[in-house]
Nanobody, 125 residues
Framework: VQLQASGGGLVQAGDSLRLACASSGDTSSRYTVGWFRQAPGKEREFVSAIRWSGPVTWYADSVKGRFTISRDNAKKMVYLQMNSLKPEDSAVYYC???????????????????WGQGTLVTVSS
C-alpha cells in the first residue's frame, strides 16, 4: 500500500484546512488509517484514526471537537478536516495504514505498517 498525504499549508489561527490521504496499491484489504503529527523536537503523536468501515473513529483529546476524520473507500481517500486551528497544531502531518490493528493499538505509531510522506501544516498566531 502506498499512501500520499496532501493539503497542508500556512494558515492563521482559527482557520481551517482539510488534509487528504490517497492510497494506492493493495487496497482490497480493510485498512485502518491513522493521522499522526510531528512538531520539531517532539515525538510523533496520534491525531485521529478511522476503521475501514468508517463509523468507528478515534481522536486525540487535543483535537476532539475541532478535527473530523472521514473516508471514501470508493475513492481510496481518507480526509482530516481541521477547524479552529491553533498554533500548537503546527506540525508535519502523516497518514498511516494497517490491516490488523486492535482498538488499543490505533494510537501507537509503531503499530502501523504503511506510512505516507508528511504534509506541513503551519498555523500562525
Amino acid at each position: 500500500v502506498q499512501l500520499q498525504a496532501s493539503g497542508g499549508g500556512l494558515v492563521q489561527a482559527g482557520d481551517s484546512l482539510r488534509l487528504a490521504c490517497a492510497s494506492s496499491g493493495d487496497t482490497s484489504s480493510r485498512y485502518t488509517v491513522g493521522w499522526f503529527r510531528q512538531a520539531p523536537g517532539k515525538e510523533r503523536e496520534f491525531v485521529s484514526a478511522i476503521r475501514w468501515s468508517g463509523p468507528v473513529t478515534w481522536y486525540a483529546d487535543s483535537v476532539k471537537g475541532r478535527f473530523t476524520i472521514s473516508r471514501d473507500n470508493a475513492k481510496k481517500m481518507v480526509y482530516l478536516q481541521m477547524n479552529s486551528l491553533k498554533p500548537e497544531d503546527s506540525a508535519v502531518y502523516y497518514c498511516a495504514a494497517d490491516r490488523h490493528l486492535i482498538n488499543s493499538a490505533v494510537r501507537i505509531p509503531d503499530q502501523y505498517d504503511y506510512w505516507g510522506q508528511g504534509t506541513l501544516v503551519t498555523v500562525s498566531s
